[in-house]
């Protein structure tokens, strides 16, 4: 069983690694918006799904980077690739300046915090136009590289998986999960939890923010309203909730699952999707809080390492 | 300038108090964040416009229907969803609750587009030596008053008022006294609604309505209670009047998009300082 699951994910590997060669413009740029939310889902489970503290801002990570890469391009001419490397590490310094003082908050401290600092994040954008544009967003230069920027989308989506993989079968995987399921606890077995949480936040801040510098570059144009909205952050989180909190792949498969029911009833009730998506919300909460993989694991014994 | 800007504060904080309030009793009663705060607010405020449009009635009057409706949907919205997520992990309750803020605001938009509405009923303002300020301003802070005023008669005094506050100090305890917690968290979403209906009705002849106007108050509200303390009903009151008057005196330094943050900034500043609320709150 478990050589033919790796011989799967082998062959959709290669698949997807000749896709641009045979794909349409259209495929190829759907595919690199998947891998997007494949990387973004998986990032807040880092933090979200493994310790509990409930990120409620983590779209502030991917504006980050969008506005540091959007930023170096057009006023430095840095070439993307650099650029969108640079929004990874500053949106991990960006998380390290919001986790240093808000980690120390508790349950729904946490998560208010955490959107409230996503909207300041916004306003500061929007005023500091001689950096940012301001509401009038930034554009830049008109770029064809829709395949390379692809091929790193999804190289950030495996990695970010491999990521989630090595802390969940790690020592530094089980310290995250019991500041999760008892964080006194976990604090009088002599987990320095503060540390742990801290260090999870950071991982987590690193994909979203190389991801937001290539979701920039891609489009060419960004503005405060279009990288920093709370619903992205909110996709994130149901995706992970659908396909199973705190697992590996769980992550990867409610963001396939969702981004497809997206893309496929979206686009013909457009009217209606939020109204969809706000029932899509109280279903997974409802009926499968634990998600699909939660649900196997626990009906069928499977691994905790899924 | 200053004695202006004061009284403007305190106007529109008596305003945020009343309709933090609401957040306040969900939170300190379940422990549970209403993010679908605003949205109910919004209903609030398309129930005076609709009642003010079609039957011209007045729209302070319509608070006598929008308060009740709101309240109705309240108790149903805890009793049909709200009420199976109020143990669970605070994910939950937070994603449930958006979901059914956003569907409230797609319904309202498929049934009343986005176009902007108002309720042109009161204008012009009380002129009283150097200060002038708008009608609709002063009558709503008068309302808020009276509304807020009303509700805390019935949290110290009435029976079921206790029971609520019992609840909120402690869920076992209350429960063992013979109160009925189930019903309670139905009555306290259902006025907690109502308060935000109130709101909604209040701030309907003051501001544009439209399906999305409804989310400042969330957040402000989230503010006040975390400046008065989680739980601590008196302190929302405070922390109103003092969103307001911080809100005002800033305008008075800073452009209008900045003044947008500085609710934000104070949210996260008190959050990271004193998490407890200014003044002691019940710690999480």
């Known amino acids: ?149 692809y091929y790193a989308m999804g190289l950030v989506a495996l990695l970010v998986t491999a990521l989630a993989y090595v802390i969940v079968t790690s020592r530094f995987g089980l310290r995250l999960m019991t500041i999760r399921e008892d964080e006194v606890a976990a604090e009088s077995m002599g987990i320095d939890t503060f540390r742990y949480k801290l260090y999870a936040f950071l991982l987590s801040a690193l994909a979203p923010g190389i991801v937001g510098g290539l979701a920039a570059r891609d489009q060419g144009y960004i503005e405060p309203m279009s990288v920093f909205p709370l619903i992205t952050t909110i996709t994130m989180i149901v995706m992970v909730l659908f396909g199973g909190k705190g697992t590996i792949w769980g992550p990867v498969l409610g963001a396939v699952l969702l981004f497809t029911f997206q893309e496929i009833v979206w686009a013909r009730f457009i009217y209606l999707h939020q109204l969809i998506f706000g029932g899509i919300i109280i279903a997974v909460v409802l009926l499968m809080p634990r998600g699909i993989l939660g649900v196997l694991q626990q009906k069928y014994n499977l691994p905790r390492t899924i | 300038m200053v004695g202006q800007v004061v009284i403007s504060g305190l106007l529109a904080g008596a305003l945020y108090a009343m309709v933090a309030l609401g957040l306040g009793l969900i939170f300190g009663v379940m422990r549970v964040l209403n993010v679908a705060h605003g949205p109910l607010l919004m209903l609030g405020a398309y129930t005076t416009f609709w009642l003010f449009h079609w039957f011209g009635l007045n729209p302070y009057l319509s608070l006598l229907v929008s308060m009740p409706a709101l309240f109705v949907v309240g108790v149903v919205l805890q009793r049909l969803l709200v009420r199976r997520v109020v143990d669970a992990p605070e994910l939950s309750s937070l994603l449930l609750l958006f979901g059914v803020g956003i569907a409230l605001v797609n319904v309202t938009q498929l049934a009343f587009t986005s176009d902007l509405r108002s309720v042109e009923y009161l204008t012009g303002s009380f002129v009283w030596g150097p200060f002038a300020f708008s009608k609709s301003r002063v009558i709503a802070c008068a309302f808020a008053i009276v509304i807020t005023a009303g509700a805390f008669w019935f949290l110290q005094k009435t029976r079921l008022g206790k029971a609520l506050r019992a609840v909120s100090q402690s869920r076992e305890v209350a429960q063992v006294c013979g109160v009925n917690v189930q019903r309670i968290h139905m009555l306290a979403f259902g006025f907690a609604s109502a308060l935000a209906a109130a709101g909604g009705s209040l701030v309907a002849v003051m501001v544009a309505i439209q399906p999305e106007m409804g989310q400042v108050y969330t957040f402000k509200s989230f503010l006040v209670i975390v400046l008065g303390g989680a739980g601590n009903y008196p302190g929302a009151l405070v922390g109103g009047l003092l969103l307001g008057l911080v809100e005002q005196l800033s305008s008075l330094f800073l452009t209008t998009q900045v003044n947008e943050a500085v609710a934000y900034v104070l949210l996260v500043l008190v959050l990271l300082v004193r998490p407890t609320g200014l003044f002691k709150g019940r710690a999480s």
């Open chain 1, 1 to 149: 069983m478990k050589r033919l699951l790796l011989a799967g994910f082998t062959v959709l590997l290669v698949v997807l690694a000749f896709y641009p060669m045979g794909g349409t413009g259209y495929g190829v740029r759907t595919m690199l918006q998947l891998f997007m939310w494949i990387a973004l889902a998986q990032s807040w489970n880092l933090i979200s799904g493994l310790t509990g503290y409930v990120s409620f801002g983590h779209v502030a990570f991917f504006g980050m980077g969008a506005y540091t890469t959007a930023i170096l391009v057009t006023k430095l001419g840095w070439p993307w690739l650099a650029a969108c490397l640079a929004g990874g590490v500053t949106a991990m310094a960006l998380a390290l300046v919001i986790g240093w003082p808000c980690l120390r908050l508790k349950g729904p401290y946490f998560a208010i915090a955490m959107l409230g600092l996503n909207e300041v994040l916004r306003v500061i954008v929007s005023y500091y136009e001689g950096l940012t544009g301001g509401g009038s967003g930034l554009s830049m230069p008109t770029l064809h590289a829709s395949v390379p920027i």
